[in-house]
């Protein structure tokens, strides 16, 4: 089970950390990572890491603004999110797959094996 944490409203330019808490560990061959999806607008893979050599994954929309990172101990992924836009305004879903496909604009419709409930990011 995931479960997603930290959102909120923000200005533009501003910060917000989201968290997603896994209630047990991760396979190391599985990646996770984060989706977004705004109202009217298609699932968008945000960014991945691959649990096993922590190799990233950005959506060129977020290249540069975002970082993503796992605490292991602590079984959490989390995405910081850094000079943000109105566009960045969606409800973020954690996600784990041993496909990286997942977040791949091809893979949009297809659900990963963990799947979280979503926080809402809104930037006005």
């Known amino acids: 089970q995931l479960v997603e944490s930290g959102g909120g409203s923000v200005q533009a330019g501003g910060s917000l950390r989201v968290s997603c808490a896994a209630s047990?560990?991760?396979?190391?061959?599985?990646?996770m990572g984060w989706f977004r999806q705004a109202p009217g607008k298609e699932r968008e893979g945000v960014a991945r890491?691959?649990?096993?050599?922590?190799?990233?994954y950005y959506a060129d929309s977020v290249k540069g603004r975002f970082t993503i990172s796992q605490d292991n101990n602590k079984n959490t992924l989390y995405l910081q999110m850094n000079s943000l836009k109105p566009e960045d305004t969606a409800m973020y879903y954690c996600?784990?797959?041993?496909?990286?496909?997942?977040?791949?604009?091809?893979?949009?419709?297809?659900?990963?094996?963990?799947w979280g409930q979503g926080t809402q990011v809104t930037v006005s």
């Open positions: 047990g560990r991760i396979g190391s061959g599985y990646y």
């Open positions: 890491i691959f649990t096993g050599d922590g190799g990233t």
């Open positions: 996600g784990a797959d041993t496909r990286a496909f997942v977040w791949h604009p091809a893979g949009k419709r297809m659900r990963p094996v963990y």
